[in-house]
């Protein structure tokens, strides 16, 4: 496979017809989890756009709306490039390193209980 398309979970994206004729062209299809907004980069710009345009905004119809939003997006890049740097990075969590509480012998699952248990013992000592 030269080529991979990552799709969200659109019905469209995921007739027969599509997936034999990516297979046949030798493309793969990857499918993002069902709901996944935060893995699209649109959808976190586009929450982007929504606060300074949309938030407590009254406009008196669509074109005065339409304006709005691409001044937004026209002036995004320049007013706001750090903010747009660090809200649409590729780079995720991953939890494969994290510790799962329980696994370590000195992590109690329930350290309070562990400290009444000691608090009691000691005085009956």
């Not at 297979?23 to 935060?38: E, H, K, T």
């Not at 929504?50 to 890049?77: G, N, S, V």
Request: hydrophobic share 45%; with cysteine; glycine share 2%.
């Amino acid at each position: 496979m030269l080529l991979t398309i990552v799709l969200d979970n659109a019905r469209s994206q995921r007739c027969a017809l599509g997936q034999s004729l990516a297979q046949r062209l030798g493309i793969a299809l990857r499918f993002l989890p069902a709901y996944s907004p935060n893995l699209h980069l649109i959808e976190r710009f586009w929450k982007f756009v929504k606060k300074p345009c949309l938030y407590f905004k009254y406009y008196a119809d669509h074109l005065a709306f339409q304006h709005a939003i691409l001044a937004c997006i026209e002036q995004a890049p320049h007013q706001h490039k750090e903010t747009l740097a660090s809200l649409l990075t590729l780079k995720f969590q991953s939890f494969k390193a994290v510790r799962v509480i329980g696994e370590e012998s000195n992590v109690s699952l329930f350290p309070v209980a562990r400290r009444t248990q000691i608090k009691v013992s000691s005085k009956a000592a």
